[in-house]
Structures are given as structure tokens and as C-alpha cells.
């Protein structure tokens, strides 16, 4: 267990932060739903973020522009259409730690894994197996299983799955390096998240790189739950290869267009790709020529020209992101998930079991918890909580998730969270 002198479970205890708080005002930018005739203590920002206000008026500007202009909006929109991109793309560069170069947003997360996979997992008879973790995000399985077939190789021996060695469900290095060690030589690709969606687990992609790169192995990483939420430094590490969605940690809305990240020494390597004309040079782009002028960087891997209606609300997010400033958000985060955590040691130790990692950079703003009476009591908490409008959400078989974010969420969240719970001990006792 941590110790933190300093923390306590008390309501004005709580406040107080909340009202020293540097980026209170954060919260008012955001539309929390409504329970009761309050508002629900929402910790659920790792499966949708909340509707930052600013939304609604960026999408009536494009809807207007549309109306206004028709097809001229490609150059003459408040925000041109033709360069949207560009205007979201130092935003998320910044917030992933990336040069402008390595970042473009487009498409949705498992289609961009698709995309890149098509470029860097370029199997052999030698050297075709793509190292994932046991319990994946079923998606990730799906695409490198999918992979694995179209490439004429076989699953069930290609798709390595490392198994989680660790008292929560979680995974030490050790054990990746073992996976790496002796399966090395046969692994084309290594993919593994950022953050693990089930368990909260962090992981540290350098130095995963390094081992994967050492055994002539690409790494890729999928930075759903990490985008937003970790420090990430995507260039600094070294993989050739992430992505994202927006509609977690990023609050750009319910399938909002997600991200790619492809590292600036393959920025003018001519891989082989799945080619579309939006991933031609802007400069030629519209001289209509028979070849494909690839554009420098992760922009060369887009297909089509951009949703304007998915992008804007990306646009909106981001300057709360900017405003804020990801080192003072992550400051914040490890501070509010550390309350959290040292609450349900304190107060509910007894009924409730934390998986996620203690370390503070071993995890983000998640915690997955596991109800010591089982999954039926799981499950029973979990409509509790629900009833009393404080949002988790609940991963099976038997996962509470609770993401505390930065951004909107309060020390008096998570004091309410372990309030409702301890209710709910008080009637299932
Ligand atoms: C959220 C999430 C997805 C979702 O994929 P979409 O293509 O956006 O539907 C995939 N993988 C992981 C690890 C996720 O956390």
C-alpha cells in the first residue's frame, strides 16, 4: 500500500483540493449528464469522454460554411476543408509526444492498425509471428489474427500471446522480455497497448522497443487508453508505429477519427501501403498524374479526403488540451488516481481489490477493480453504483473500470465513488 500523509477521506478535505485545484475550470468546459437532479459523478472517460461545450458551435460553423459556400468551403470554410487536417495535427503531435511529421488523424483506430500492419508487417517463412499480450483488446486480436491468415500463415502458431505473470493480471517486463528472448527470431511484429485496456497497466514502450528492435523485430503500439491519459513520447521511444482513437481520453465524441503515429525514420522510406490520393503530396495532389507522389511522413498513409464533421469536434478537444497543458494535466491525474486508490485501501480494503498497478508510472488515470466476493457481487455493486449515477463501466468477467480524468473529474469524485460503495457494503453485508 502507498502511504500518503497528506490525503484525506473527508468531504471538505476534498473540496478544498478541488478549489485549489490549477485546472478546475476545465470542468465547466464539459457537459456532465445529468442524474437526479445533479449531475453523475461520471469515471467513465476511458470508454467515451464527456462533450467538451465548445462542440456544438464548431459543427453549426461547418454546417453554416456548407451552407454558405458549397463547394468553395474546400478553401474558403472559416476552416478550410482541403487542410483540416493540419489543423488538428501539432495538437495531437504535442499530446503523444511526436514531431508534427509522425502524426496524422484519419479513420477510425483498427482501420489504421490495419493500414499500418499492411506496411510493417512484412512476414517471411522465417519470421511471421506477431507477439500480442494474453488478454487483448479483442479488436487488436482480431486484426493481427486476420493479419496473420491474409499473409497465408496460420494463427495458432503465428499469434503469440503473452501470457500476465503478475498478481493483478498484469505483465512484467520480464515476462516480455522471456517472450522476446526465445521466440525473437520468428517475430515480425511486436504489438502491445500503450495502456491495457482491462487491467489500467502502463507500459514502457521505449524500453519494449528496444528489446523488440534488438531482436530485428518492428514495435507497434495501440495508444487507445494512453492518448490523453500517459506521458506518452512516441518519437523519443523509438517504435515505428501507434495508434489511437479520440473518443476516450480525448473527448472528440462517440466514433470520433482516430490517430496514427509512424515514426520520422520511415517518414520518406517507400514501405509498401495501401494507397489513396489524400496520401499524395498536397503540392501535387490535384495535378491528377498517373503515379503516387507519397507525402512525407504519416499523412502519406491517408486514403480519403477527411470527414469535416468527425475532425471538427477532434478541433474542439484539443484547445482544452492546449489550455492545459499535458504535464499539468498527467501532474494532476497521478495525484486524483493516487486519492482514489488510497481511499479504497483505507476505507474498502476489504471488499474491493485493485489489479492496476500501484507505481505511478506503471498505470494512468484508470483503476480496474475486482470485488473480493466475486463476480455476481461485482456485478451487483456495479448496478449500484449505476442506480446512484456514478458511472464505471464493467468489463467481463469480472472488471470494474474507473477512470478518474484529469480533465473533468474532481477529488470529490472519487470520495463520492467510495461512499456509494461503502452504501452499498453497508445493505450486502
Ligand atoms: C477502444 C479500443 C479499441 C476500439 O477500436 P475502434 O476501431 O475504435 O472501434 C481497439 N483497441 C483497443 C485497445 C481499445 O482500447
Given at each position: 500500500m502507498m502511504h500518503h500523509d497528506d490525503f484525506c477521506a473527508d468531504p471538505a478535505w476534498a473540496r478544498a483540493q478541488d478549489a485549489a485545484d490549477p485546472l478546475r475550470a476545465l470542468r465547466g468546459e464539459f457537459l456532465i449528464p445529468p442524474h437526479a437532479g445533479g449531475e453523475q459523478t461520471y469515471l467513465v472517460g476511458n470508454s467515451l469522454g464527456l462533450e467538451p461545450r465548445g462542440v456544438r458551435q464548431v459543427l453549426i460553423d461547418e454546417l453554416d460554411d456548407w451552407a454558405r459556400l458549397g463547394v468553395e468551403g474546400h478553401l474558403h470554410a472559416r476552416h478550410p476543408w482541403?487542410?483540416?487536417?493540419r489543423e488538428v495535427r501539432d495538437g495531437l503531435a504535442e499530446i503523444v509526444g511526436a514531431e508534427p511529421v509522425e502524426v496524422v488523424a484519419m479513420n477510425s483506430l483498427t482501420t489504421n492498425l490495419h493500414l499500418l500492419l499492411v506496411s510493417f508487417y512484412r512476414p517471411t517463412p522465417a519470421r511471421h509471428a506477431i507477439l500480442i499480450e494474453r488478454h487483448a483488446f479483442p479488436s487488436d486480436r482480431d486484426l493481427a489474427a486476420s493479419q496473420i491468415r491474409f499473409h497465408g500463415f496460420d494463427p495458432a502458431q503465428a499469434l503469440l500471446e503473452v501470457d500476465p505473470d503478475e498478481a493483478g493480471g498484469t505483465l512484467s517486463m520480464a515476462a516480455i522480455e522471456h517472450a522476446l528472448a526465445e521466440h525473437g527470431q520468428r517475430i515480425a511484429l511486436v504489438l502491445l497497448p500503450g495502456v491495457q485496456y482491462l487491467t489500467g497497466q502502463a507500459f514502457d514502450l521505449a524500453a519494449i522497443t528496444e528489446l523488440a528492435h534488438a531482436q530485428g523485430c518492428v514495435a507497434g503500439f495501440d495508444c487507445a487508453h494512453a492518448a490523453g491519459n500517459i506521458d506518452l513520447r512516441l518519437h523519443a521511444a523509438g517504435c515505428d508505429f501507434a495508434a489511437w482513437c479520440s473518443y476516450k481520453y480525448l473527448n472528440a465524441g462517440p466514433g470520433a477519427i482516430a490517430g496514427a503515429f509512424v515514426h520520422a525514420r520511415h517518414a520518406r522510406a517507400r514501405l509498401p501501403r495501401f494507397e489513396g490520393?489524400?496520401?499524395?503530396?498536397q503540392a501535387t495532389r490535384f495535378q491528377m498524374r498517373p503515379e503516387f507522389d507519397a507525402a512525407p511522413g504519416a499523412e502519406g498513409w491517408q486514403l480519403s479526403n477527411p470527414p469535416i464533421l468527425a475532425l471538427a469536434p477532434l478541433r474542439a478537444s484539443l484547445e482544452l488540451f492546449q489550455r492545459a497543458g499535458m504535464q499539468r494535466l498527467r501532474e494532476k491525474s497521478k495525484r486524483l488516481t493516487a486519492y482514489l486508490a488510497w481511499l479504497i485501501e483505507t476505507q474498502l480494503a476489504d471488499t474491493l481489490e485493485i489489479m492496476t498497478p500501484a507505481a505511478p508510472d506503471r498505470r494512468g488515470a484508470q483503476l480496474s477493480i475486482r470485488v473480493r466476493a466475486g463476480r455476481d457481487a461485482g456485478q451487483s455493486l456495479f448496478d449500484y453504483m449505476t442506480a446512484h449515477g456514478v458511472l464505471g463501466d464493467w468489463r467481463e468477467p469480472d472488471v470494474m473500470r474507473i477512470a478518474p480524468t484529469p480533465m473533468y473529474n474532481t477529488f470529490a469524485d472519487c470520495l463520492r465513488y467510495v461512499e456509494t460503495a461503502k452504501a452499498w457494503r453497508r445493505q450486502h453485508a
Open positions: 482541403l487542410p483540416y487536417q490520393w489524400w496520401g499524395r503530396n
